[in-house]
DNA sequence: AGCATTATCTTAGCATACTAAGAAAAGGCA
DNA sequence: TGCCTTTTCTTAGTATGCTAAGATAATGCT
C-alpha cells in the first residue's frame, strides 16, 4: 500500500491548522516552490527572485534601502546581489556621493526578463485564491497585513527594552 | 539622521503588500524570531520547536510519520532529530515490527518542558492577533487553509504531470 | 525461495538567510 | 583639524531545510 502521504495530501496540512506561524510556512514554500518551478528554467532561482522583482520596480538603490524594502538582512543582500551580478543580472557601482554605499542597478537582460517572469507572480497568486471572491482576497491581505503591524511593534518593543 | 528603518518599521512591510507569498514569509519570521525568543533560553531552537510541539501532542511515531505530519522532507527530519536527540530530549529506537523504521519518543526532561513552553505558541498567536475579533481569527485560518489547498492541488498536479 | 520493487532512514551537497565581527567611508563635535 | 561615532558593506560561521543518491529492511510477484 503506497504511504499514506499519497493518498490524501491536504490532510497532513489540515492536522495542524490552529497554528498561524505553520500556515504562514507552507504557503510562503509552496508560493516560492512553485514560483521556482517557473523562473528556475531562466536561471532565476527562489531567492534571486525577491531581489530581481524589487529592482524591476525600481533600480539605482543602494544595497541597504534595499535590504529595508526587502526586509532582509545587509548581510543576506550581499551574497544575493554576488549570484546575480554574476549571472550577469545586475551591476553595482559605488555612490560617488557617498562611497559607503554601492548602487544596484539591472542589466539590459535583467530588463527584458521581466516581462516574462513579472506574470509569474500573478499566476501564482490567482491560482493560490481559486475559489476566493475579490473581497475575500482584500479581506484576506488586510488581515495578514494586520498581523504584521502587530508582530513589527512587538519587535520594536523588544528592541527597545535591549532583549535583542 | 538615523536610518529610515527605525523611522517606520512598519513601513517597509507595507510597500510590498500586494504579494502573499511576501506577506507569509514575514508572518513565518516573526513567528518563528518571537517564539525563539522565549524557546532559546531553554535550549530549544526554533527548528526543533516545530518537532517538540508535535511530539508534544503524540511521540512513539516513526520519523516518516512525522515528517508527514509536519509537511517535511525524511532528510530535514533525520537533521532536527539528531540534534533533539543530543540534547537529551528525545530517543529513539528500531520498531521491532518494521525495523526500517525509528520510533521516536520524548525523554522525561522533554515532557516537563511541555507546560513551559507550550504556552508560547498561544502567546505570540495572541500577540499577532491583537485587536482581531474571534470572527476574523476565524475568517483568516479558513481562507489560510483554503490557500493551502489550493496550492496542495496545484503541487500534486505538477507531481502527476512528472514536472517536479 | 529468489528477485525486483518499495519504504525508511541517512549522508552529502547546496540554497537561503540569520548573527557577529570587522573594514572603509562619512558625519559630528571638541 | 583630529578623533569618536555611525553607517554601509563584507566576511565567517551557523541554522534550517531542500534534493539526490545510497544503505538497509520489508513486500510482492513468479
Not at 71 to 90: C, F, H, S, Y
Not at 117 to 124: A, N
Amino acid at each position: 500500500m503506497p504511504a499514506s502521504s499519497k493518498a490524501d495530501p491536504a490532510r497532513a496540512y489540515w492536522a495542524i491548522e490552529d497554528s498561524l506561524g505553520h500556515l504562514a510556512r507552507l504557503i510562503f514554500r509552496s508560493f516560492s516552490m512553485l514560483r521556482d518551478a517557473q523562473t528556475r528554467a531562466h536561471g532565476v532561482s527562489s531567492g534571486h527572485w525577491t531581489f530581481l522583482r524589487q529592482l524591476w520596480r525600481e533600480d539605482g538603490l543602494s544595497q541597504h534601502e534595499l535590504s529595508r524594502r526587502l526586509v532582509m538582512q545587509d548581510a543576506t543582500t550581499t551574497v544575493a546581489l554576488r549570484g546575480l551580478e554574476k549571472q550577469g543580472l545586475i551591476h553595482r557601482h559605488v555612490n560617488r556621493r557617498d562611497r559607503r554605499e554601492t548602487l544596484v542597478y539591472l542589466t539590459p537582460r535583467a530588463r527584458e526578463l521581466a516581462s516574462t517572469l513579472l506574470p509569474v507572480t500573478g499566476d501564482v497568486q490567482t491560482l493560490a485564491t481559486r475559489g476566493f471572491t475579490p473581497d475575500e482576497v482584500r479581506a484576506l491581505r488586510s488581515l495578514l497585513c494586520r498581523i504584521i503591524v502587530n508582530l513589527v511593534e512587538e519587535e520594536a518593543s523588544h528592541l527597545d527594552r535591549g532583549q535583542w
